[in-house]
């Protein structure tokens, strides 16, 4: 049962030299409040980006290397590829997971999410990191699934347009 949430570019971008191009203060308070309470699931240069754990959340760090994280911060705690597909179903520990990036950990994981939470911003920020293309046979939206466009105004006077977006997997029947 976990979910992914990401913000995108009119590319699919989302980092830049390592991190996100923007950052919308609405986008990050809706963030901190689909995530609090809830695992969330990162990669090492997330974590490394991110420098401390997130509060209000147990902060997993997907690695093939768990000395590592732990050099980089006790707090965070280090899974595996193995322990996600042994547990998503059943371990609590990823009972409303959100997988929080980056780009690997993303393409890794979303055979085994349910739910991606996408702020789609207008723009064009040059990424040289990308979401995995969204099979919209696999994630099909409604409606009711969109928001309405909003404005975000940036520092400069700039005006960025952006959405928000839940794609929740079809489930076959069998």
């Given at each position: ?40 699931i990162m990669g090492r240069k997330t ?128």
């Open positions: 049962m976990m979910n992914m949430i990401v913000m995108v570019d009119k590319k699919g971008g989302i980092a830049k030299n390592g991190d996100q191009p923007i950052h919308i203060p609405k986008d990050l308070k809706r963030f901190k409040t689909l995530t609090k309470g809830h695992t969330i974590a490394e980006v991110l420098k401390r754990p997130l509060p209000d959340r147990l902060n997993c760090v997907l690695t093939t290397n768990p000395k590592m994280v732990n050099e980089l911060n006790v707090s965070f705690l280090p899974i595996t590829m193995d322990m996600v597909i042994k547990g998503y179903e059943d371990d609590p520990l990823f009972n409303h997971a959100f997988v929080i990036g980056g780009a690997s950990v993303y393409e890794q994981l979303l055979p085994y999410c349910k739910s991606i939470y996408v702020t789609q911003v207008d723009c064009d920020f040059e990424c040289d990191q990308f979401f995995p293309e969204i099979s919209k046979k696999e994630f099909p939206t409604r409606m009711t699934d969109i928001s309405d466009p909003m404005i975000y105004v940036t520092d400069q006077g700039r005006e960025i347009s952006y959405r928000y977006i839940k794609y929740r997997r079809k489930f076959v029947r069998e």
